[in-house]
């Protein structure tokens, strides 16, 4: 059974860092593009990061780049999404989402991903 499991999350002050992990079990994880998505209270789940299958692909969304990394440890089967200089519209429920069908392209999109984990909440206060 495919399953994503998002971890790493918690609280921290602003301007410090996390690494969030997404494990995955029941599939290869090399054979799938992956995204981070997230959600705070009351708006709409946002793509934030995302990598094709083999890592030639990859798009942040603007309000992360600079300070987010996507990258993934095929051996361990687990993505991470790197987060520096956290803000306090940061705070959200992240999510790992992956789909088999992202050669050379990643999208920031909902749609663009079938099997999804069920989030790991990040709290970025003083």
């Known amino acids: 059974q495919l399953q994503l499991v998002e971890s790493g999350g918690g609280l921290v002050q602003p301007g410090g860092s996390l690494r969030l992990s997404c494990a995955a079990s029941g599939f290869a994880l090399s054979s799938y593009g992956i995204g981070w998505f997230r959600q705070a209270p009351g708006k709409e789940r946002e793509g934030i990061a995302c990598?094709?299958?083999?890592?030639?692909?990859?798009n942040y969304v603007d309000s992360v780049k600079g300070r987010f990394t996507i990258s993934r440890d095929n051996a361990k089967n687990t993505v991470y999404l790197q987060m520096n200089s956290l803000k306090p519209e940061d705070t959200a429920i992240y999510y790992c989402?992956?789909?088999?069908?992202?050669?050379?392209?990643?999208?920031?999109?909902?749609?663009?991903?079938?099997?999804w984990g069920q989030g790991t909440q990040v709290t970025v206060s003083s």
């Open positions: 989402a992956a789909d088999r069908w992202l050669f050379g392209r990643c999208p920031l999109t909902i749609k663009g991903y079938n099997d």
């Open positions: 990598m094709s299958i083999t890592g030639d692909a990859t």
